[in-house]
């Protein structure tokens, strides 16, 4: 590479530090006349040599502790190398940690001045970009008060203003991007771009892999404090990502090597497809591939609608993608998947085999197997230039068998990635032949999304139809009242008006409600409900249950459960592990249980039945037609309803209902009415009875205290 054509460049750069066990041990060391040592070595960088031209846009990535901050702190002269060479070439503008370089007490303009004094300006220069900078941030009126009162965005505003309007020749940006709001990220992508079009070096430091490889030319990847990888932004995702998940594959390839194959009831045959001859397969053994050496593709193929093989498409073909992987280690559900690319490297469409729910997977691959994939995707998108990248990955069959109760991009991130080739091959798509006057086929953007438009004419002082003609829905309801089972009905029988952002109690109180949207699961109560701004015509219906099965469902929920652990699930569970069962459910009796009793309790006395759910239990398709279609005139048809109530039940689903109760590890406790007579002991009754006995006459559980 020539020396003029350098921006950054790196010779076997190395950072130590030295570690005491003790601060004596410090002294010991500075004292001792032999110059004995007391300390250990801690290498934060090993041997890094890379050099990044100028006007390339260069990413670094790795793990949290790989070295990421540490070489950007020695790049911006932060800190000094214990060996080795660092060279960077112009004016350095760093975006690093949040208000990294300004100054607390002083105000927002203070800090521009401050931070433009350091890097060489003038006061005269600096007044002359002020406008601009301030216009960039859009602070408003807190430019004037100290920064120390500052929000987060506020501080990444200021600071990414005047990072890039200072002109830079090299610019570093470190995570700093990742708190602001989508309008100012998609402002700061736009500069981002205008500052490579004028030559300008960026230094793209994150841990989000979409960011690195739309925006990275190259990356450099660190694992254990040296260089892993550097090359293509694409690979060095894969890479990464390879990186993040290398011990749990270790574990899961022993584990996997004790799978009962002979219990899987997939049957291959069933599942049989017309296969391409073999002539028509590319051949993608000189294809770069990235994973575990016990899984390869060895096979891909592109054919048109006619099943003929084919990289060449109209907008709005049909392309079918054919590819074969051969398994030598014993895997559980294995999920294959492509992904589209433009030639800018933005993903146009991805999607693999667990999307695709409607598709059976087998259970178990044993070694010594081929398993193959076909997808079929509808070509909508612009003309030019498209790559695709194939892959595999597996995944649990616990993890699997709870795809319908957990959040789905959690159980994604479930699974492990086990082979994948960037950039198999390319196909072009062009405009078809014109058929007509039609301009149906042509749109902006990449991707053609399937919509109607509408236009009218209205005289001034006309009425027209309300906006709220087709009513907002509200489903109310506490924990454990089986909030995943309504919301995948509401979401699979009106997908286009479900939002599901407003299930945290926040999120509803302070985000705006959108007329004529439906907002499953809303836990909240009736007086932070009626605090809302509502649309003119809504409609709401509350599920409760007995708050027995709740302490029960919720006690395994804490204790086993497969759901995501938050801190606050953490927290609950770790005190639970330290209880039996009967000291478990009174601990949570007393700091878990009263939150659903406060919701439960407000909702009383509203006007309108609340709905049990062991009613729905035993009646839901008549229940949630009289709710949805009569109550709040839900627009679909009772058909619809019925099979997507039908298509939701536990036992359709899991398996769960039809044997009249479930498997506790599986499930816990879901769904299962009177399950608090099976571990409530006579001290938990008594207890239950002084907090929450009135509450559950009150909702029609019990007729007194009795039970």
């Known amino acids: 590479m020539i020396e003029d054509e350098i921006a950054i460049s790196t010779e076997n750069l190395s950072k130590a530090y030295k570690l005491y066990n003790s601060p004596l041990d410090r002294l010991k060391e500075a004292l001792h006349p032999l110059r004995k040592k007391y300390h250990h070595d801690f290498r934060a960088l ?15 990535i790795g793990k949290n502790g790989s070295g990421k901050s540490t070489l950007l702190k020695i790049l911006t002269g932060v800190l000094t190398p214990t060996s080795g060479s660092v060279m960077v070439k112009g004016k350095v503008s760093a975006l690093l940690e949040l208000g990294a370089g300004f100054s607390p007490e002083m105000t927002g303009i203070e800090n521009v001045y401050f931070n433009g004094t350091l890097m060489g300006y003038s006061s005269q220069e600096l007044s002359e970009r002020l406008d601009e900078i301030l216009a960039f941030a859009d602070i408003g009126e807190y430019v004037t008060q100290p920064v120390k009162t500052y929000s987060s965005g506020m501080f990444v505003r200021l600071a990414f203003s005047i990072a890039i309007n200072f002109e830079p020749d090299v610019l570093i940006v470190d995570e700093a991007l990742a708190v602001g709001d989508v309008f100012f990220q998609q402002k700061c992508y736009k500069r981002l771009q205008e500052l490579k079009q004028h030559g300008v070096t960026i230094l793209f430091v994150t841990h989000g892999m979409a960011d690195v490889v739309q925006f990275c030319q190259r990356a450099l990847l660190l694992n254990n404090n040296t260089i892993e990888f550097i090359g293509g932004a694409a690979e060095a995702a894969k890479r990464y990502l390879l990186i993040q998940q290398q011990e749990r594959l270790v574990q899961y390839k022993k584990a996997a ?31 770069d591939s990235v994973g575990d050496c016990s899984y390869k593709c060895t096979r891909l193929a592109l054919c048109n609608n006619n099943g003929s093989a084919s990289r060449f498409f109209y907008s709005g073909d049909t392309l079918i993608i054919y590819c074969e992987f051969e398994i030598n280690s014993t895997l559980e559900v294995p999920i294959g998947g492509f992904l589209i690319k433009n030639d800018q490297n933005i993903m146009v469409h991805g999607k693999n085999t667990l999307h695709y729910d409607t598709i059976q997977l087998p259970k178990q691959v044993p070694a010594s197997s081929l398993i193959r994939f076909k997808f079929e995707v509808c070509l909508d998108i612009a003309p030019g230039e498209y790559t695709i990248d194939v892959g ?37 798509v062009v405009h078809g032949p014109k058929r007509g006057a039609s301009f149906s086929t042509l749109h902006a953007g990449i991707c053609n999304l399937k919509g109607t438009g509408f236009i009218s004419m209205v005289k001034k002082g006309t009425l027209t139809h309300s906006e709220t003609e087709m009513p ?76 027995r099965d709740t302490l029960i469902s919720g006690y395994f929920s804490l204790k086993i459960s497969h759901s995501v652990i938050s801190s606050g699930i953490l927290s609950y569970r770790k005190v639970l592990e330290e209880m039996n069962l009967e000291n478990g459910l009174l601990f949570l009796i007393e700091n878990w249980l009263h939150l659903s009793a406060a919701i439960q309790h407000s909702w009383l006395g509203l006007g309108e039945p609340l709905i049990r759910y062991e009613d729905l239990l035993t009646n839901d398709v008549e229940i949630f037609s009289d709710i949805l279609l009569h109550k709040c005139g839900l627009d679909v048809s009772h058909d619809l309803l019925e099979k997507v109530v039908l298509g939701s039940r536990f036992e359709q689903i899991t398996g769960g209902r039809a044997s009249g109760c479930e498997d506790i590890d599986a499930h816990a406790r879901k769904g299962v009415a009177g399950d608090w007579s099976n571990y409530f002991t006579e001290r938990i009754k008594i207890r239950f009875k002084e907090r929450y006995g009135d509450l559950l006459i009150a909702t029609g559980y019990e007729k007194n205290h009795s039970w």
Not at 398 to 410: K, L, T
Not at 530 to 541: A, I, M, N, T
């Open 257 to 287: 090597a004790h799978i009962d194959v002979a219990d899987d009831e997939f049957s291959p045959e069933e599942h049989e497809y017309l296969w391409p001859a073999s002539e028509q397969f590319l051949d993608v053994s000189a294809v």
């Open 472 to 547: 907002t829905i509200f489903h109310v309801t506490h924990w454990k009242a089986g909030s995943q089972w309504v919301k995948k009905i509401l979401r699979d029988i009106s997908p286009e008006r479900y939002i599901d952002s407003k299930v945290n109690v926040a999120h509803f109180l302070n985000d705006n409600i959108i007329p004529g949207k439906i907002y499953p699961t809303v836990y909240v109560t009736r007086e932070q409900f009626e605090k809302v701004s509502l649309p003119k015509q809504w409609y709401r219906f509350i599920v409760i249950r007995d708050l």
């Open 392 to 428: 595999l990955a597996t995944i649990s069959n616990r993890d699997y068998e709870q795809r319908m109760y957990e959040d789905p991009q959690f159980i994604q991130s479930k699974s492990l990635r086990l082979c994948n080739l960037s950039n198999a091959t390319s196909f072009s």
């Open 46 to 60: 090993h041997d890094i040599t890379f050099h990044i031209k100028k006007g390339e846009t260069f990413g670094i």
